[in-house]
Every structure is written in C-alpha cells, then in structure tokens.
C-alpha cells in the first residue's frame, strides 16, 4: 500500500536531502586535514587526562615514598590531589601583554566614567545658571512693575501739591511708557539716566516718604513723618515681607 497523501512525498524528498548534506559534512570533517595546532592539542589533552603511571620516573619516586595513587600530598595529606593544570600560551604577545591590555581596559573605562561625571557637572552647571537668570529675569520685571507704580503714584501725588514739574524726570511716567506698561518683554524701559532699575526704585521710594509720607509698599499716606515711621515696618519689599 502507498500513502498518496498530497505534500508527502516532497517532505520525504526534502527530509532525504538534509540528512544527505548532513552526512556530506560529517564525511569532509573527517577526512579534513588538522592543523599541526590541533593535533597538538589533541595530544596534549590526551596526557593530561590520563593519569600517571609507574613508567613515570617522578611517580615512581613519589611511591617509594609512601605515596599511593589519589591520595593528597603532604605528610598530613593536606596538599593538592591533582596536579597543577599548564597554562599554554599561544599566542606571539610578550610576558605581562594580557596586563598591560587590562590595565588599558581599565584606564579606558575610568575615563570614559570621568567624561560622564564631567558631563553631568556641566549640564547640572547650566541647569543652575539657568534658574539664577530666570529668578533675575523675574525679579527685574517685578521690580520695573513696582517702579512704574511709584511713579505713577509720585505723579498724582505731586499734582495733588500742584507740583507740575518733576523732581527727576523719570520720578513721572512718561506718556509713551503708559501705553506699554503691560508688556513683558520690555527690556529697557528705563534709561532716562544711567541709574539702575533699583536704585531708582530706592531713590524715588525715599522720595515718596519724605515728601508726600507716602509708602509704595504699604499703598497708604500717613500724616506726619513720626506717624509713618511708627506704624510702616519699613522702606522696601523685604521689610513688609
């Protein structure tokens, strides 16, 4: 009887040629010709796993002493039962290559470590630059805006005293400044004068305090120079913080 199942003879057909190439491979693996290095090797691993007979002279030497075969060294039996394996060394590098390569390695990895601990102290650096200018950036528009208001506060309370010129120039908002006051990206509103946003702000607060008792922080007039100094804490942001 035939199995004529459709599909089987060609599993059949491609089952027969893998054990054929199989079988091909294993025929040139050993009819391959071995290098002198292999059969080296071969030899070599054949003695050493062969144990040592009495034909051995230092074997044979050993069991005049006592010695019998698989029994430890040393008088009280305490040494090694195997002997020490050889180490054989191939390759055409000098005595101490495998170290001095280590040693590279190692060198190598310890900069590569200090290049990222170098690199991650960078990026932290700027990371904190960064910060310290944005809170600038912040206090420096703060400060703008408080100055704006001591000066618009300066103006109506030097035309309530029918003042109609300015101390200082900049003590008034300026028209074209009151248009923009709301923009934040105004970088240099300010430069009437070489002084700075601050010490405008100091001078024009001690202004305003002297001459109208007046305090831009507390947002009130008091009514003599003893009655602000005894109820306002003080003359800036800090001290009504």
């Excluded at 230092?58 to 394996?85: D, H």
């Excluded at 170098?118 to 950036?137: H, L, S, T, V, Y």
Aim: with cysteine; aromatic share 6%.
């Amino acid at each position: 009887r035939q199995d004529v199942r459709p599909g089987l003879p060609m599993v059949r057909r491609v089952k027969e040629a893998i054990q054929k190439e199989e079988k091909q491979k294993e025929a040139n693996e050993k009819n391959r010709q071995k290098s002198i290095k292999e059969e080296e090797k071969e030899r070599r691993d054949l003695v050493l796993k062969s144990a040592l007979g009495n034909e051995n002279k230092g074997f044979a030497l050993l069991q005049k002493m006592g010695y019998k075969s698989g029994q430890a060294l040393g008088k009280s039996g305490e040494g090694i039962v195997e002997p020490i394996p050889l180490n054989i060394k191939t390759g055409l590098s000098g005595l101490g290559h495998e170290e001095l390569k280590k040693r590279k390695a190692e060198e190598k990895l310890e900069n590569y470590r200090q290049k990222l601990h170098m690199k991650k102290q960078a990026n932290e650096q700027a990371a904190d630059q960064f910060r310290i200018r944005f809170k600038n950036k912040q206090e420096e528009r703060k400060m703008e805006g408080d100055l704006r208001k001591s000066q618009r506060a300066c103006q109506q309370l030097d035309m309530q005293k029918d003042i109609e010129v300015p101390k200082e120039t900049w003590f008034w908002i300026e028209p074209e400044e009151e248009d923009k006051k709301d923009e934040e990206d105004k970088e240099d509103e300010c430069t009437s004068s070489d002084l700075s946003v601050s010490e405008k702000l100091q001078i024009l607060t001690a202004y305003l305090r002297k001459e109208h008792f007046y305090c831009i922080w507390c947002g009130t007039t008091y009514e003599d120079s003893e009655d602000l100094s005894s109820n306002c804490p003080g003359d800036s942001a800090a001290d009504h913080d």
